[in-house]
C-alpha cells in the first residue's frame, strides 16, 4: 500500500468507525428518550388546580385563561381547561371558580404595616355616638389590657355628640385608674390624656404651653386632658416602646386584614429595625402571609450596606434592601413643597424635610446608599421637591453610573410640566396611591390652584410619557383595599360626592391599567415583576378571587366587590370558594 493509500484507508476506517459511534449515540438517545417520556407518564401532578374562573393574567402573552395548576407554590399551568388538566392527578384539589374574576394578588407599594395593624386592634372610638359611649369604650378596653401598655388610637369625633364638646380626663379618670389613656381625634391634632398619663409626662397646670402647641385647661387653669397639635410630643417622648407582644398582635392583624383584601404583597414603608425582626421570625416559622419587602428610614442606611445587603435582598416572603426619605411633608399640612405659594397661602411655599436640611447632605446620604446597591425611595409630593430630589438623582447617576435601579418617588402628587420626563430619563417609578386623590380632590385646588391642578395626582400623564405606575395606599394614612383605590384611579369621583364625572377626569386610567399598576406594576417596583405580579407559569401562586368582574360592572360599583378567596403560594390564606 503506498502512503497515499494507507492514508485513504486510514480515513475509511475513520470515517466507518464514526457513523458506528453515531449508531450507538443515536440508539442512546433514543433510550434516554423513551425512558424521559416515561418519566413524563409519571410527571408530578398539581397541588391545586382551579376550573371555571375568568383568569385576568395581566401578562401581555396570554391576557386571559379559564384555569390554573399550582405545584407546591408556584403556577405550573395557565389555560384552557384542557390544556390545564394534563396536570390532574389522584391528589389534586379542584377548585371550581364558578365563573368568576381570578386576578394576580394586589401587591401595595406602600403601607405602613404595623401601624395599620396597631390602628386596628386600638380601641375604635371614631363612631362612639356620646360621650358615655366613648367612655363605655375605654372602660371595656382597660379591662383586658395587658399591663405596662397603654390605651391609644381612638380616631374619636366629638361633632358626632350634642353638644360636640371635647370629651376631658374626668370622663374616663373614674373607668381607668391605674392605665394610661392617650386616645387621638380622628384628624390627629388633638389627644385627650387621662390622669395617669397627664402624671406620667409631668403635666400640671403650670406646665407652660410648648412653641406651636396647647394644654387645654378648665376655668381654674388645671389641664382637661386635651392637648394640642405640638403638645402632644409632651406625652410621645414619655410613651414606652411597644412591647413585642403588642408589635406582634399588631403584625398579625395587618396579616389577617391583608389576607381579607386580597393583598398579597406590601411593601413596607418606614420599618421599625423591630419590626423586622418579628417579620423574620414569622417568616421562619411559615407564618407569614403576606410577602413583605422593607425600606426601613435613609439615615440608617450604612446598617444595611454595612453587611452588603443590596435591593430585593432575601426570600420569597421577606426581602430588603431599600431605603425610604422624605424630600417634604403633605398637602393637607401647607408642608409639600411647592416653587409657586399656596393659593390660599400666598406667603407660604411649604416645608422641606428636616432631611434636606441642607439638601447636599441628603445627596451624600442617597449616593453612598446607592452606591452600596440599596434601592431609594423618596416621599416628595410638592412639584419642587420631586424636582429636588430628581436633580440629586441625576447627580447620583453623574457620580455613580448607569445601571437598573429603579429609583422610586413615593406619592408623586404634583408635578412641575418639565419632569415628566426626567422621570421617563432617569427610569423613576411614581409610586402612588390613587385614594388620596379622592380624599385630597375635595379641596386641593383651593390650595394650589386651577394650574397647578392640571399636574395633581397625574396618573395619565405619567403612563403617557412612559413612566412605570406602582400603586399603593399608605395605609393606615388610607384604607389598605385595592377596590378602593382601583375605584379611586378608575372614576375619580372625590369623597365628598362633588365630582361624579371625575376630578380632573382626563387623568383617570382603565380597570385594565389600574390592575397592572397594582400587580406588575408594583412587582417591578421591588425588582420582583419575574416572580410575581401575573399569572403565569413558573410564577409565585398569588391571586384572588373576586364576586364581581371589575371589567364588566359600572365602575362607580368597584368599591363595593368583595374578595372571596386569597391564595398566597398557593395556599388559601382567606375565604374559599365551597
Ligand atoms: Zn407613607
Given at each position: 500500500?503506498?502512503?497515499?493509500?494507507?492514508?485513504?484507508?486510514?480515513?475509511?476506517?475513520?470515517?466507518?468507525?464514526?457513523?458506528a459511534l453515531?449508531?450507538?449515540y443515536?440508539?442512546?438517545?433514543?433510550?434516554?428518550?423513551?425512558?424521559?417520556?416515561?418519566?413524563?407518564?409519571?410527571?408530578?401532578a398539581?397541588?391545586?388546580?382551579?376550573?371555571n374562573?375568568?383568569?385576568?393574567?395581566?401578562?401581555?402573552?396570554r391576557?386571559?385563561?379559564?384555569?390554573?395548576?399550582?405545584?407546591?407554590?408556584?403556577?405550573?399551568?395557565?389555560?384552557?381547561?384542557?390544556?390545564?388538566?394534563?396536570?390532574?392527578?389522584?391528589?389534586?384539589?379542584?377548585i371550581?371558580?364558578?365563573?368568576?374574576?381570578?386576578?394576580?394578588?394586589?401587591?401595595?407599594?406602600?403601607?405602613?404595616?404595623?401601624?395599620?395593624g396597631?390602628h386596628?386592634?386600638?380601641?375604635?372610638?371614631?363612631?362612639?355616638?356620646?360621650p358615655?359611649?366613648?367612655?363605655?369604650?375605654?372602660?371595656?378596653?382597660?379591662?383586658?389590657?395587658p399591663?405596662?401598655?397603654?390605651?391609644?388610637?381612638?380616631?374619636?369625633?366629638?361633632?358626632?355628640?350634642?353638644?360636640?364638646?371635647?370629651?376631658?380626663?374626668?370622663?374616663?379618670?373614674?373607668?381607668?385608674?391605674?392605665?394610661?389613656?392617650?386616645?387621638?381625634r380622628?384628624?390627629?391634632?388633638?389627644?385627650?390624656?387621662?390622669?395617669?398619663?397627664?402624671?406620667l409626662?409631668?403635666?400640671?397646670?403650670?406646665?407652660?404651653?410648648?412653641?406651636?402647641?396647647?394644654?387645654?385647661?378648665?376655668?381654674?387653669?388645671?389641664?382637661?386632658?386635651?392637648?394640642?397639635?405640638?403638645?402632644?410630643?409632651?406625652?410621645?417622648?414619655?410613651?414606652?416602646?411597644?412591647?413585642r407582644?403588642?408589635?406582634?398582635?399588631?403584625?398579625?392583624?395587618?396579616l389577617?386584614?391583608?389576607?381579607?383584601?386580597?393583598?398579597?404583597?406590601?411593601?413596607n414603608?418606614?420599618?421599625?429595625?423591630?419590626?423586622?425582626?418579628?417579620?423574620?421570625?414569622?417568616?421562619?416559622?411559615?407564618a407569614?402571609?403576606?410577602?413583605?419587602?422593607?425600606?426601613?428610614?435613609?439615615?440608617?442606611w450604612?446598617?444595611?450596606?454595612?453587611?452588603?445587603?443590596?435591593?430585593?435582598?432575601?426570600?420569597?416572603?421577606?426581602?430588603?434592601?431599600?431605603?425610604?426619605?422624605?424630600?417634604?411633608?403633605?398637602?393637607g399640612?401647607e408642608?409639600?413643597?411647592?416653587?409657586?405659594?399656596f393659593?390660599?397661602?400666598?406667603?407660604?411655599?411649604?416645608?422641606?424635610?428636616?432631611?434636606?436640611?441642607?439638601?447636599?447632605?441628603?445627596?451624600?446620604?442617597?449616593?453612598?446608599?446607592?452606591?452600596?446597591?440599596?434601592q431609594?425611595?423618596?416621599?416628595?409630593?410638592?412639584?419642587?421637591?420631586?424636582?429636588?430630589?430628581?436633580d440629586?438623582?441625576?447627580?447620583?447617576?453623574?457620580?455613580?453610573?448607569?445601571?437598573d435601579?429603579?429609583?422610586?418617588?413615593?406619592?408623586?402628587?404634583?408635578?412641575?410640566?418639565?419632569?415628566?420626563?426626567?422621570?421617563?430619563?432617569?427610569g423613576?417609578?411614581?409610586?402612588?396611591?390613587?385614594?388620596?386623590?379622592?380624599?385630597?380632590?375635595?379641596?386641593?385646588?383651593?390650595?394650589?390652584?386651577?394650574?397647578?391642578?392640571k399636574?395633581?395626582?397625574?396618573?395619565?400623564?405619567?403612563?403617557?410619557?412612559?413612566?412605570?405606575?406602582?400603586?399603593?395606599?399608605?395605609?393606615?394614612?388610607?384604607?389598605?383595599s385595592?377596590?378602593w383605590?382601583?375605584?379611586?384611579?378608575?372614576?375619580?369621583?372625590?369623597?365628598?360626592?362633588?365630582?361624579?364625572?371625575?376630578?380632573?377626569?382626563?387623568?383617570?386610567?382603565?380597570?385594565?391599567?389600574?390592575?397592572?399598576?397594582?400587580?406588575?406594576?408594583?412587582?417591578?417596583?421591588?425588582?420582583?415583576?419575574?416572580?410575581?405580579?401575573?399569572?403565569?407559569?413558573?410564577?409565585?401562586?398569588?391571586?384572588?378571587?373576586?364576586s364581581d368582574?371589575?371589567?364588566?360592572?359600572?365602575?362607580?360599583?368597584?368599591?363595593?366587590v368583595?374578595?372571596?378567596?386569597?391564595?398566597?403560594?398557593?395556599?388559601?390564606?382567606?375565604?374559599?370558594?365551597?
Open positions: 500500500m503506498s502512503t497515499a493509500e494507507l492514508s485513504k484507508f486510514a480515513k475509511s476506517v475513520f470515517v466507518l468507525r464514526q457513523f453515531i449508531r450507538v443515536s440508539r442512546l438517545a433514543i433510550l434516554l428518550w423513551l425512558s424521559a417520556s416515561a418519566a413524563a407518564q409519571g410527571k408530578p398539581a397541588d391545586l388546580i382551579i376550573t374562573a375568568k383568569i385576568w393574567t395581566v401578562d401581555k402573552t391576557p386571559q385563561a379559564e384555569s390554573l395548576a399550582v405545584l407546591r407554590d408556584r403556577i405550573v399551568a395557565v389555560g384552557s381547561s384542557t390544556e390545564v388538566d394534563a396536570w390532574h392527578g389522584p391528589q389534586t384539589k379542584v371550581d371558580a364558578q365563573g368568576k374574576l381570578l386576578l394576580p394578588g394586589f401587591n401595595d407599594a406602600h403601607v405602613h404595616f404595623v401601624d395599620g396597631d386596628l386592634q386600638a380601641v375604635q372610638l371614631k363612631d362612639a355616638a356620646s358615655q359611649e366613648f367612655a363605655h369604650r375605654i372602660e371595656e378596653r382597660a379591662k383586658t389590657t399591663k405596662g401598655e397603654w390605651i391609644t388610637g381612638g380616631d374619636w369625633d366629638e361633632q358626632k355628640w350634642s353638644p360636640p364638646n371635647l370629651p376631658t380626663k374626668e370622663l374616663v379618670d373614674p373607668v381607668t385608674p391605674n392605665v394610661p389613656v392617650w386616645v387621638n380622628y384628624d390627629g391634632h388633638e389627644s385627650l390624656a387621662n390622669s395617669v398619663t397627664l402624671q409626662a409631668n403635666i400640671t397646670a403650670k406646665t407652660p404651653d410648648p412653641p406651636g402647641g396647647e394644654i387645654v385647661r378648665d376655668a381654674q387653669g388645671n389641664p382637661t386632658g386635651i392637648l394640642r397639635d405640638a403638645a402632644q410630643d409632651l406625652v410621645f417622648k414619655v410613651m414606652p416602646p411597644m412591647s407582644e403588642h408589635r406582634m398582635r399588631a403584625i398579625r392583624r395587618a389577617e386584614h391583608a389576607a381579607s383584601l386580597g393583598v398579597t404583597s406590601v411593601q414603608m418606614n420599618p421599625e429595625y423591630d419590626d423586622v425582626k418579628i417579620y423574620a421570625e414569622l417568616a421562619e416559622h411559615g407569614l402571609t403576606t410577602r413583605i419587602y422593607v425600606a426601613p428610614m435613609e439615615t440608617g450604612k446598617d444595611q450596606a454595612k453587611i452588603g445587603l443590596r435591593h430585593a435582598f432575601g426570600t420569597p416572603f421577606l426581602r430588603m434592601g431599600a431605603v425610604k426619605g422624605y424630600a417634604d411633608g403633605s398637602l399640612s408642608t409639600a413643597y411647592f416653587f409657586d405659594p393659593t390660599d397661602a400666598p406667603k407660604s411655599h411649604g416645608l422641606l424635610s428636616d432631611e434636606m436640611h441642607p439638601p447636599s447632605a441628603m445627596r451624600q446620604r442617597l449616593q453612598g446608599a446607592d452606591a452600596a446597591g440599596l431609594l425611595c423618596i416621599h416628595a409630593i410638592g412639584d419642587r421637591a420631586i424636582s429636588m430630589i430628581l440629586i438623582f441625576e447627580q447620583i447617576e453623574k457620580a455613580n453610573g448607569k445601571r435601579r429603579r429609583w422610586r418617588i413615593e406619592h408623586s402628587q404634583h408635578l412641575a410640566a418639565k419632569d415628566f420626563a426626567r422621570y421617563a430619563r432617569l423613576v417609578i411614581a409610586s402612588v396611591q390613587p385614594y388620596h386623590a379622592i380624599d385630597d380632590g375635595r379641596w386641593a385646588e383651593k390650595r394650589i390652584g386651577p394650574d397647578r391642578i399636574r395633581t395626582y397625574a396618573f395619565r400623564m405619567f403612563l403617557d410619557n412612559g413612566v412605570k405606575l406602582a400603586f399603593g395606599t399608605d395605609w393606615s394614612v388610607a384604607p389598605l385595592p377596590m383605590t382601583i375605584y379611586a384611579a378608575v372614576t375619580r369621583a372625590t369623597l365628598d360626592g362633588k365630582n361624579p364625572g371625575g376630578w380632573v377626569p382626563d387623568q383617570k386610567l382603565t380597570v385594565s391599567e389600574a390592575v397592572e399598576a397594582y400587580t406588575m406594576g408594583s412587582a417591578y417596583a421591588e425588582f420582583q415583576e419575574k416572580e410575581k405580579g401575573s399569572i403565569t407559569v413558573g410564577k409565585l401562586a398569588d391571586f384572588v378571587v373576586l368582574d371589575i371589567f364588566k360592572i359600572p365602575p362607580v360599583a368597584i368599591k363595593d368583595k374578595v372571596e378567596a386569597t391564595f398566597v403560594g398557593g395556599k388559601v390564606v382567606y375565604g374559599g370558594l365551597e
